[in-house]
């Protein structure tokens, strides 16, 4: 055999060699492609981080009621700990696309700054899907509460320090940090208590038990307009469109109050991007169809729809936002 042979031969080897490590990076992209296009192959679970009747709760039932994605969408009840229990099964899901959390301004923004230790990193943990939607709380009163007003609030909280109870469905909650906001802001004192979710809260707030809550809007409204209890005043900067008749606490004497909850989908950490756009297409489309449209305007929910990228950065500027009203204030979990 001569050299040149030889020599050839080890090149032919050694191109076949190259060609068969390379075989697995190369496979790599279409078995990725055919995961994403087989799924979902089985139901996903959208768990949600309070009990039912809440906007957390509603907004995940909507998705569950009009996802066509060829499995379906389970909601998953799992309260506690201000969210923080769902919120954690959801971050030590495997990221695979079929654990998601309708996360909220609680669970992705407040908790970090008001617990002393958080079962999971509020941004490292989680994938971002969708920023779906926001919300301004409704300072609600007791009927029998001699109040119509902030004003008349602040100037009966000043007289009666220690005397008004508010309601939350848990501690972290928007609920809980708007009256701790408003506390702070209004130089008032008032003593909060945190219930196991709203539907807990509503029944002692009704018979006098406590005295005012901060309920988000889609819970509190429907109630003030049959008289079952009072609206005051809204959280945000700016009137909903669906109270336009109820001012806010800013405009109201309180210049720069701003409460909004917001809510939003999250997947695990490491979620493929193409799962992650796909579960986004789906929400998007869901939010805009003309019924849940006007479902979400009754309620008082502004659909947002904003994106992974959105989401991600929102948080941030969220994140630091209540961090220092936080600080502020002084609240913490008790």
């Known amino acids: 055999m001569s050299i040149l042979t030889t020599r050839r031969d080890a090149l032919t080897a050694s191109v076949r060699l190259a060609a068969l490590l390379s075989l697995p990076l190369a496979l790599a992209p279409s078995q990725s492609a055919a995961q994403t296009a087989s799924y979902p192959s089985r139901p996903i679970k959208l768990i949600v981080t309070f009990p039912t009747g809440g906007a957390p709760d509603i907004l995940a039932r909507m998705i569950a009621e009009k996802a066509q994605l060829g499995q379906p969408v389970i909601i998953d009840n799992k309260p506690g700990a201000g969210g923080n229990i769902g919120a954690d099964v959801t971050a030590k899901s495997p990221a695979d696309g079929y654990t998601l959390v309708m996360g909220t301004v609680g669970t992705h923004s407040i908790n970090g700054s008001l617990y002393a230790k958080m079962p999971y990193d509020m941004v490292k943990d989680f994938a971002p899907v969708t920023l779906l939607a926001s919300t301004p709380n409704l300072l609600v009163v007791n009927n029998n509460l001699p109040v119509k007003t902030v004003q008349d609030l602040i100037v009966y909280a000043r007289a009666n320090p220690d005397k008004l109870s508010f309601g939350s469905p848990g501690v972290g909650s928007s609920v809980h940090i708007s009256g701790e906001l408003f506390k702070s802001m209004a130089g008032v004192k008032m003593t ?23 309920d988000n809007m889609p819970s509190a409204l429907p109630m003030a307009k049959e008289g079952k209890i009072r609206a005051v005043a809204q959280t945000s900067l700016k009137r909903s469109p669906s109270a336009p008749d109820v001012p806010t606490v800013a405009e109201s004497g309180l210049p720069g109050f701003d409460a909004t909850s917001w809510f939003a989908v999250f997947a695990p950490a490491g979620t493929p991007k193409d799962v992650v756009a796909r579960l986004h297409g789906e929400i998007v489309r869901i939010f805009k169809l003309p019924d849940i449209i006007e479902r979400m305007k009754t309620l008082g929910l502004d659909p947002v729809l904003g994106g992974p990228e959105e989401l991600a950065r929102y948080q941030a500027t969220e994140i630091a936002k209540w961090a220092k009203v936080i600080k502020e204030s002084g609240a913490k979990a008790e």
């Open 192 to 214: 909060h208590v945190p219930y196991k979710g709203r539907q807990f809260a509503i029944p002692d707030l009704v018979g006098g038990s406590i005295q005012l809550m901060f």
